[in-house]
């Protein structure tokens, strides 16, 4: 798909592809006769890879259900 194409998928804009694409930290893409486009399964792996980083969807990172910490003993 093309940029304009992958950016109505993400729901974002093309400045932001544009903007993901520049610091190296969106979905890969490839350059094809001077255009980008992106393949549909990068775009998906892209947003499984997001939603495993996010403590809402990963209950193993949420901090509210984690054990609390012990406590330290105060200096006297």
Do not use: C, I
């Not at 932001?16 to 610091?23: E, V």
């Not at 190296?24 to 997001?50: E, H, I, Q």
């Not at 949420?62 to 406590?71: A, G, H, N, V, Y």
């Amino acid at each position: 798909m093309t940029l304009a194409e992958a950016a109505v998928y993400l729901r974002r804009t093309p400045k932001a592809m544009y903007n993901l694409r520049g610091r190296r930290s969106g979905p890969p893409s490839f350059r094809l006769a001077g255009r980008v486009y992106y393949r549909r399964t990068a775009l998906d792996a892209w947003l499984a890879k997001g939603e495993a980083h996010d403590s809402r969807s990963n209950l193993k990172l949420d901090p509210t259900r984690q054990p609390p910490e012990p406590r330290r003993p105060q200096p006297r």
